[in-house]
């Protein structure tokens, strides 16, 4: 959690002062080029998963011999994979030329993609070592790692940046503190696990055969999540500008900051899930489902009401007035994706019964309308077009599809599940309509120290009339034992 918070705290002070030093259209090249880099991710093909999953089960049978097996059999694939990103790195960066016009530039942005591109490619080899940081639970170790790398990333491009350096420099930085990083996790995965060796003959067929069966699905659905994620700004690129994309970022950045602050404090509920269905105890199951999707959805409101009440007063402080336009499109992205944080238990459910195709098939027909509407709204719509390209498949899909689909597979009542939003709706929606409409109409709140305290204020009484309102007693015991400090306790 404090990782999260410091990625994200330290963004939010970057993300202005590269904007303000690079502007709106060189800023948006870098947003495009990000988007680039994460989609070589894609090559990773769910592997990651699959050997973090065969790893973990090898420490658990106290098996060194074949920890060592898959994780020399997966250095062999992840080296090849990042062969292949080079290979593609140097293609992409040739191609980008055909986007601009003047030498220049496209000495830079090729310069940029091949740079980005090879230390995406020189990350993948460590990937190999996915699941042995967890099995040996050094958590903070690489926590600490990150955050460390997070801050020297941040203070030389702060330095760097503001003497007049430009891309070329944050794309050189970005590198860098990427290999430090790879480094450090090395000497922790090394220090967990003293067995470790580095061998060709330790890898086999047998070994990659398991960990691609299992990486399928996984693959689909990262491929889905990275579509998801990135071909707005390629969309925005092509038919706007590259300082459109900086723009639509704005307000998806404040999106991807609240969506990573509930995940933080409520992803962690596969393992639970696991054991109820392997003890057969469905009832169980369903209880503890629907418990934790009322927990979300109150989450959601909270945090997506505050958003959409005192986000305009935000952007206008964070960015300056001039992005206006980025408020509309926090607002739209923020309902597809609090619909989908609030149903994301049946996802950690579908996982835990091994039913996670049903989440792949339906994240693939999201990402191909998502590409779809998106491809026609922009030309009606601009930013708002493409915006909404992206929140009405996931909302449809995710509130109506997933749903019915998910109910089906672990046999509970999909009246059960819409049944249990009942609750939490009326609680929160009542006190967030009512603060919406006095900082409309009376209250002006502009400044930093106003949005924080009418923020607190509102959380608070909708904290408190969630709590008490949304939760039958029993769960509201539960929560009880959930919550540190005796006096929040009251609030229950």
């Known amino acids: 959690m404090s990782q ?58 106290k098996d060194n011999q074949e920890a060592n097996s898959i994780i020399n059999t997966a250095l062999v694939i992840y080296v090849v994979i990042a062969l292949i990103i080079i290979l593609v790195s140097i293609a992409a960066s040739y191609s980008s030329r055909l986007f601009f016009e003047t030498g220049s530039d ?29 099995a040996k639970l050094r958590f903070h170790q690489v926590a600490l790692t990150r955050i460390a790398m997070t801050l020297l990333g941040a203070g030389l491009t702060w330095w760097y940046i503001s003497q007049g350096h430009g891309l070329l420099a944050l794309a050189i930085i970005t590198f860098v503190t990427a290999r430090i990083s790879n480094v450090l996790y090395l000497i922790i995965c090394k220090s967990a696990f003293p067995g470790l060796k580095f061998s060709r003959k330790s890898a086999s067929w047998e070994s990659g055969r398991e960990l691609f069966q299992y990486s399928a699905w996984s693959f689909v659905i990262a491929i889905a999540y990275q579509l998801r994620n990135n071909v707005d700004n390629f969309v ?12 639509y970022a704005v307000g998806l950045r404040l999106v991807d900051y609240i969506a990573q602050f509930l995940g933080q404090a409520t992803n962690m509920f596969v393992p639970i899930f696991t054991g109820y269905h392997a003890q057969g105890n469905n009832q169980e199951l369903h209880s503890k489902l629907l418990f934790i999707t009322r927990i979300n959805l109150v989450l959601a409101l909270i945090a997506g009401g505050g958003l959409v009440i005192f986000g305009q007063a935000f952007i206008s402080r964070w960015m300056g007035p001039d992005y206006s336009d980025a408020y509309w499109v926090m607002v739209i992205l923020l309902v597809g994706r609090m619909i989908g944080f609030a149903n994301h238990p049946l996802n950690s459910a579908m996982y835990a019964t091994n039913k996670h195709s049903i989440v792949a098939k339906i994240d693939i027909v999201e990402v191909i309308f998502n590409l779809m509407l998106s491809l026609i709204l922009v030309q009606y719509l601009g930013l708002i077009g493409v915006a909404l390209g992206t929140m009405i498949p996931l909302l449809l899909l995710r509130l109506f599809v997933l749903p019915l689909f998910a109910c089906r597979a672990i046999e509970m009542p999909v009246k059960d599940y819409y049944l249990c939003m009942a609750r939490p709706l ?47 007693p029993s769960e509201r015991t539960e929560l009880r034992k959930l919550i540190p400090g005796k006096k929040l306790k009251y609030l229950i």
């Open 236 to 247: 925005v690129a092509g038919f706007l500008s590259a300082a459109s994309v900086t723009h």
């Open 106 to 134: 496209k000495d830079l942005v090729q310069t940029l993609v091949l740079i980005i591109g090879t230390s995406i490619a020189l990350e993948f080899p460590f990937n190999a070592l996915a699941g042995v940081a967890n």
């Open 4 to 61: 999260t918070f410091i990625s994200i705290l330290v963004a939010f002070f970057m993300m202005p002062f590269l904007i303000h030093e690079l502007g709106d259209h060189w800023y948006g090249i870098w947003t495009v080029v990000g988007s680039l880099a994460a989609a070589y991710h894609l090559f990773d093909m769910g592997m990651a998963s699959a050997v973090t999953r065969y790893v973990s089960s090898a420490f658990g049978k």
């Open 426 to 472: 009326i609680a929160i929606c009542v006190p967030l309509v009512i603060t919406f409409i006095w900082v409309r109409s009376s209250a002006q709140v502009t400044s930093y120290p106003e949005i924080i305290v009418s923020s607190i204020v509102m959380s608070f009484i909708c904290a408190a009339a969630g709590m008490k309102l949304a939760f039958s």
